[in-house]
């Protein structure tokens, strides 16, 4: 397949890891926030706790937490960082059937935390609508209203230590 004004493949540099060896380790954290749209019916479950699977937001603080120190076996070209700590927040919007999550990463290194912490919040979002798809399925078992939302960095810092 040729793409109009694309280089050729062969000319193309091949795929690897950003060299970061020469960049000064510094105190990095990185905050994700995104939501998951659900229905009225699965937001009853989750208040009353009926959710069949057990507790949404435990179970999606775990596989957050989870996705967070395995980012470099899901995105390829993520170094693998040390977790200082990894944090999961959750707030609920009952009016319009939102959950919102906040997933922060804080690491000491040389390269920084965002992708870590999208990684979590994907995967803690994605964790709940598994948990409550039966109460999202329309009659014909699809999803018409179940949507993640406005997944993003809210913020990001970097700092040096004066003993580097």
Known sequence: MDVAGSEDLA???SIGIVDI??????????IAIGCLQIT?????????????????????KIAGILAVKATP???PHCHPIPIDAAHIEWSIDEVRCVIECSVSVRTRGRTGAEMDALNGLS?????IWDMVKPYEK???GQYPSTKILDMRIDDK????????
């Open 138 to 140: 329309n009659e014909n």
């Open 73 to 75: 076996m899901t995105l």
């Open 40 to 60: 009225k019916d699965s937001m009853e479950h989750i208040l009353l706790r009926t959710v069949a699977k057990g507790d949404v937001f435990e179970a999606g």
């Open 123 to 127: 995967a803690a979002l994605l964790c």
């Open 21 to 30: 060896g020469d960049k000064p380790d510094a105190d990095r954290r990185a």
């Open 157 to 164: 810092q970097k700092s040096y230590s004066s003993d580097d």
């Open 11 to 13: 000319e193309q540099p």
